[in-house]
């Protein structure tokens, strides 16, 4: 993460704690820490995707982990497919067998 304060992308995910973070808690902001600086400030959550504030390795990361998670996602659409299939030809002998 890029720091807003210094722009080194020291920043890291920092604890909750105290009212301040629980407030923000409820816009989906989230504590930064940044180790260049020390300086402390909120994120939206969605604002950790945006590529202004991603050092160019993270977005390297990040790009290759939506790459894994998107076949993830692809197979266990192929598996939910075959049961759906299974399921409805199961459907359809037991109607079968029932009007016969
Ligand atoms: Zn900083």
Redesign the pocket.
Known sequence: MI?I????P??HRSHRAGLADNWNRLFRRVPYR?K????RFYAYRSGEKSDSMRSGEERRIMSLRRKIRWKKTKKELAVYAVAGLIMAFVVYIALQQRMG
């Open positions: 720091c304060k210094c722009g080194v020291r920043a940044c260049a600086c020390k300086a």
